[in-house]
Protein backbone atom coordinates (compact mmCIF):
# COMPACT_ATOMS: atom_id res chain seq x y z
CA UNK A 1 0.00 0.00 0.00
CA UNK A 2 1.26 3.57 -0.78
CA UNK A 3 1.83 6.01 1.40
CA UNK A 4 1.07 9.80 1.53
CA UNK A 5 4.07 12.30 1.17
CA UNK A 6 2.68 14.62 3.31
CA UNK A 7 1.23 13.10 6.54
CA UNK A 8 3.13 9.27 5.55
CA UNK A 9 -1.00 7.86 6.00
CA UNK A 10 -1.87 5.07 3.98
CA UNK A 11 -3.61 5.60 0.69
CA UNK A 12 -6.27 3.61 -0.59
CA UNK A 13 -6.00 1.60 -4.46
CA UNK A 14 -6.53 4.58 -7.22
CA UNK A 15 -6.76 7.35 -4.37
CA UNK A 16 -6.37 10.39 -6.06
CA UNK A 17 -6.18 12.53 -2.56
CA UNK A 18 -4.60 11.04 1.25
CA UNK A 19 -7.55 10.34 3.36
CA UNK A 20 -6.07 11.73 6.49
CA UNK A 21 -4.95 15.25 5.20
CA UNK A 22 -6.78 15.65 1.81
CA UNK A 23 -3.21 16.91 -0.44
CA UNK A 24 -3.63 15.38 -3.60
CA UNK A 25 -1.71 12.00 -4.27
CA UNK A 26 1.59 12.73 -6.11
CA UNK A 27 2.67 10.69 -9.18
CA UNK A 28 5.31 8.85 -7.79
CA UNK A 29 2.86 8.12 -4.50
CA UNK A 30 0.13 6.90 -7.30
CA UNK A 31 2.16 4.59 -9.16
CA UNK A 32 3.12 2.36 -5.82
CA UNK A 33 -0.58 0.99 -6.06
CA UNK A 34 0.29 0.07 -9.56
CA UNK A 35 3.25 -2.21 -9.01
CA UNK A 36 0.85 -4.23 -6.80
CA UNK A 37 -2.40 -4.32 -8.63
CA UNK A 38 -3.36 -4.04 -12.38
CA UNK A 39 -6.79 -2.57 -11.18
CA UNK A 40 -5.53 0.72 -9.82
CA UNK A 41 -3.96 1.29 -13.47
CA UNK A 42 -6.93 1.02 -14.84
CA UNK A 43 -9.27 3.32 -12.43
CA UNK A 44 -6.85 6.08 -11.83
CA UNK A 45 -6.22 7.84 -15.01
CA UNK A 46 -10.59 6.86 -16.11
CA UNK A 47 -11.32 8.83 -12.99
CA UNK A 48 -8.41 11.71 -13.26
CA UNK A 49 -9.90 12.38 -16.94
CA UNK A 50 -13.32 12.59 -16.21
CA UNK A 51 -13.05 15.41 -13.86
CA UNK A 52 -14.42 14.41 -10.79
CA UNK A 53 -12.25 12.72 -8.20
CA UNK A 54 -13.40 9.53 -6.55
CA UNK A 55 -14.04 11.03 -3.14
CA UNK A 56 -16.52 13.96 -4.74
CA UNK A 57 -18.06 11.08 -7.11
CA UNK A 58 -18.52 8.85 -3.88
CA UNK A 59 -20.10 11.94 -1.50
CA UNK A 60 -22.19 12.91 -4.89
CA UNK A 61 -23.58 8.95 -4.66
CA UNK A 62 -25.61 9.87 -1.78
CA UNK A 63 -27.02 12.88 -3.40
CA UNK A 64 -30.71 11.18 -4.91
CA UNK A 65 -31.06 8.09 -6.43
CA UNK A 66 -29.70 9.46 -9.86
CA UNK A 67 -25.80 9.97 -9.16
CA UNK A 68 -25.35 6.20 -7.87
CA UNK A 69 -27.56 5.24 -10.59
CA UNK A 70 -25.67 7.04 -13.22
CA UNK A 71 -22.49 6.12 -11.47
CA UNK A 72 -22.91 2.50 -11.71
CA UNK A 73 -23.68 2.75 -15.39
CA UNK A 74 -21.09 5.12 -16.96
CA UNK A 75 -17.82 4.03 -17.58
CA UNK A 76 -15.14 5.50 -15.93
CA UNK A 77 -16.97 5.26 -12.49
CA UNK A 78 -18.12 1.63 -12.63
CA UNK A 79 -14.67 0.37 -12.33
CA UNK A 80 -13.53 2.00 -9.27
CA UNK A 81 -14.66 0.07 -6.17
CA UNK A 82 -15.07 3.22 -4.31
CA UNK A 83 -17.80 4.88 -6.20
CA UNK A 84 -19.34 1.55 -6.55
CA UNK A 85 -19.41 0.56 -3.01
CA UNK A 86 -20.86 4.24 -2.20
CA UNK A 87 -23.34 3.39 -4.94
CA UNK A 88 -24.80 0.19 -3.48
CA UNK A 89 -24.66 1.19 -0.01
CA UNK A 90 -26.53 4.82 -1.26
CA UNK A 91 -29.59 2.83 -2.92
CA UNK A 92 -29.58 0.19 -0.46
CA UNK A 93 -30.02 2.91 2.76
CA UNK A 94 -32.57 4.48 0.42
CA UNK A 95 -34.34 0.96 0.22
CA UNK A 96 -34.03 0.53 3.53
CA UNK A 97 -35.36 3.95 4.58
CA UNK A 98 -38.46 3.28 2.59
CA UNK A 99 -39.30 -0.14 4.15
CA UNK A 100 -38.19 1.84 7.83
CA UNK A 101 -40.56 4.54 6.92
CA UNK A 102 -43.59 2.26 6.04
CA UNK A 103 -42.95 0.36 9.42
CA UNK A 104 -43.33 3.82 11.35
CA UNK A 105 -46.10 4.79 9.17
CA UNK A 106 -48.32 1.91 10.01
CA UNK A 107 -46.81 2.22 13.60
CA UNK A 108 -48.10 5.85 13.73
CA UNK A 109 -51.68 4.90 12.31
CA UNK A 110 -51.63 2.63 14.91
CA UNK A 111 -50.97 5.32 17.93
CA UNK A 112 -53.09 7.85 16.02
CA UNK A 113 -55.91 5.76 16.69
CA UNK A 114 -55.84 6.82 21.00
CA UNK A 115 -56.45 10.53 21.21
CA UNK A 116 -53.90 13.02 21.67
CA UNK A 117 -51.11 11.29 23.76
CA UNK A 118 -51.04 9.29 20.79
CA UNK A 119 -50.56 11.43 18.22
CA UNK A 120 -47.82 13.21 20.13
CA UNK A 121 -45.81 9.78 20.39
CA UNK A 122 -46.15 9.52 16.52
CA UNK A 123 -45.05 12.62 15.94
CA UNK A 124 -42.33 12.44 18.34
CA UNK A 125 -40.91 8.92 16.54
CA UNK A 126 -41.49 10.41 12.58
CA UNK A 127 -39.41 13.30 14.25
CA UNK A 128 -36.95 11.00 15.46
CA UNK A 129 -36.59 8.91 12.29
CA UNK A 130 -36.34 11.93 10.27
CA UNK A 131 -33.72 13.42 12.35
CA UNK A 132 -32.00 10.29 12.63
CA UNK A 133 -31.69 9.11 8.99
CA UNK A 134 -30.59 13.05 8.06
CA UNK A 135 -27.73 12.47 10.30
CA UNK A 136 -26.66 9.38 8.95
CA UNK A 137 -27.21 10.90 5.53
CA UNK A 138 -24.64 13.55 6.03
CA UNK A 139 -22.35 11.02 7.64
CA UNK A 140 -22.30 8.94 5.29
CA UNK A 141 -21.68 12.07 2.41
CA UNK A 142 -18.91 13.14 4.74
CA UNK A 143 -17.17 10.02 5.17
CA UNK A 144 -17.59 9.38 1.07
CA UNK A 145 -15.77 13.09 0.69
CA UNK A 146 -13.03 12.12 3.54
CA UNK A 147 -11.69 9.15 1.25
CA UNK A 148 -13.07 6.57 3.67
CA UNK A 149 -15.17 3.70 2.64
CA UNK A 150 -17.14 3.81 6.16
CA UNK A 151 -19.65 0.54 6.04
CA UNK A 152 -23.06 1.13 7.80
CA UNK A 153 -23.81 -2.10 9.99
CA UNK A 154 -26.01 -4.81 8.08
CA UNK A 155 -26.59 -2.43 4.30
CA UNK A 156 -22.72 -1.93 4.06
CA UNK A 157 -21.68 -5.67 3.96
CA UNK A 158 -24.08 -6.17 1.44
CA UNK A 159 -22.98 -2.99 -0.78
CA UNK A 160 -19.19 -4.09 -0.31
CA UNK A 161 -19.93 -7.33 -1.58
CA UNK A 162 -21.92 -5.95 -4.54
CA UNK A 163 -19.12 -3.46 -5.69
CA UNK A 164 -16.44 -6.33 -5.31
Known sequence: MATCAKCGGQLLEGATFCGSCGTPVTSTASTAPVASGGAAASAAPATASSGLAPNVAGA????????????????????????????FQCLFLTGGVIVASIVV?????????????????????????????FVL???????????????LPVIGKLAAQQAG
Open 137 to 151: WVLCIYKAYQNQRWE
Open 105 to 133: MILSFILGLIPVIGWIIGLLIWLGFSIGF
Open 60 to 87: LAYVTLIPPILFLVMEPYNKDKFIRFHS
